[in-house]
């Protein structure tokens, strides 16, 4: 008996290894200790904890510019003013870098039979499902600092710009592995184009 394409449960492409996906990730995704909990059909896939290092080197960076930006003002233009903005921003960062693991842990993704879900935050949470048929681009980027982590951030566009979604922080074998079944399930899953 052949099933319909459309229910058929999810099926990757040849070779492309699932395993991948949990292979150096957070074990347990991080919720909202009064977050109702959701009925879903599948099971959540996270991200790698080598993306927290990647954005903190990030920020660490950003700060040391912006406190030379600051420095410099200061003593060669005399201009002690600037040690109000330039604290300011100092101060956002590193409380966003101390909150940036839980905000790691709050990140997954599931694959179902007919669409992918993402979810995001612990505060403000963002749960978004993308149809695998409406998927119009799939793709992986990498930054300098990234790829010395071997992380990838996968993007999945459609027509719609409110049903984008980026997942950061994927090991590069999990975001190809991904990429790979995604494109695979929305070849065969298209729907109205």
């Not at 099933?3 to 395993?19: I, M, S, V, Y």
């Amino acid at each position: 008996m052949t099933q319909n394409p459309e229910t058929a449960p999810l099926n990757p492409a040849e070779g492309t290894d699932l395993d991948a996906l949990d292979q150096g990730t957070y074990s347990e995704l991080r919720t909202a200790r009064n977050e109702a909990r959701l009925e879903l059909d599948g099971a959540w896939h996270q991200i790698s904890p080598r993306y927290v290092v990647s954005q903190i080197v990030q920020n660490v960076i950003f700060l040391v510019i912006v406190a030379a930006a600051a420095l410099v003002l200061s003593l060669v233009l005399d201009q002690q003013w600037v040690w109000i903005p330039a604290g300011v921003v100092l101060l956002i960062t590193v409380i966003a870098l101390i909150i940036l693991p839980r905000q790691a842990k709050a990140i997954g993704y599931m694959l179902r039979a007919d669409d992918i879900v993402f979810r995001k935050g612990i505060l403000w949470q963002r749960m978004i499902a993308v149809p695998y048929g409406r998927m119009q681009l799939v793709d992986i980027t990498q930054g300098p600092l990234d790829r010395g982590f071997g992380i990838a951030q996968l993007k999945m566009v459609t027509a719609a710009a409110t049903t984008g979604v980026q997942i950061p922080g994927l090991t590069q074998e999990a975001a190809e592995a991904l990429r790979d079944t995604l494109i695979h399930v929305a070849e065969t899953r298209r729907t109205g184009l």
